[in-house]
């Protein structure tokens, strides 16, 4: 069955510290892939996402990930986190339609919460 | 200005009994969506509506009827719930064809 992995439950980071969070997945073939964050009480917000093209995506708040096929990942990662980054980040696999998906069907890994002590 | 809005934000019922979860968008899409999140934190899709008919039913018991009176709604009714009912329910929509969703805050119901 397809699956997304994320190796790191929780990550404990000072400000101005550079982060990575892995991420990854079990497709095989053509794959859409996304970051999503979750600010305490608040809805899932779109980080970024890959479909095609330049495997390294930039996104929103100074994140960016990098899609290396051959070892089925999309890590996030940011230079240098702030306090407000504090957050719960979750990666996301959906096959495209185009390729037999169903539309929206994302596979969500299990998150990884993010503390940025100040 | 929220685009996708759930009611309510938190539910806590008795076993046995029957509720809804409100979800509506504002964006002008065409295509909804219930997630469930559960307690270890897995965010899987329940059902996906494509103008008003259902497109996408995993394996969800019956008791989970969802309803779409309209494009920009889907509601979401469980009957005789149960224990292991007990997650947050997210809400998402987008473009037909596309597959970037904008999810909503999330309603968390808690089953006694």
């Known amino acids: 069955a397809q699956s997304v992995s994320q190796h790191n439950h929780h990550v404990i980071l000072s400000e101005a510290a550079s982060l990575e969070l892995g991420c990854n997945y079990s497709?095989?073939?053509?794959?859409?892939l996304f970051w999503y964050v979750q600010y305490p009480g608040q809805h899932l917000q779109l980080l970024l996402k890959y479909f095609s093209g330049d495997p390294l995506v930039k996104g929103i708040k100074g994140f960016e990930a990098e899609f290396i096929k051959s070892k089925f990942s999309f890590n996030l990662r940011k230079p240098s986190v702030q306090w407000s980054d504090t957050a719960e980040y979750f990666c996301a696999a959906s096959r495209p339609m185009n390729y037999g998906g169903s539309q929206g069907n994302l596979i969500f890994g299990k998150g990884t919460k993010l503390s940025v002590k100040p | 200005d929220t685009a996708v809005s759930q009611t309510p934000k938190y539910l806590v019922t008795q076993m046995g009994n029957d509720k809804s979860i409100k979800c509506e968008q504002n964006l002008g899409h065409d295509t909804m969506y219930w997630y469930k999140q559960d307690s270890k934190k897995f965010l899987k899709i329940m059902f996906s509506?494509?103008?008003?008919?259902?497109?996408i039913n995993e394996t969800v018991p019956n008791r989970f009827s969802p309803k779409s009176p309209d494009k920009a709604h889907l509601n979401l009714h469980i009957n005789s719930l149960e224990l292991g009912d007990s997650a947050v329910y997210f809400c998402?929509?987008?473009?037909?064809?596309?597959?970037?969703?904008?999810f909503g805050a999330g309603s968390r119901l808690t089953v006694l």
């Open positions: 998402a929509s987008s473009l037909s064809g596309a597959n970037v969703l904008t």
């Open positions: 509506y494509n103008n008003k008919e259902l497109i």
């Open positions: 497709y095989g073939g053509t794959v859409n």
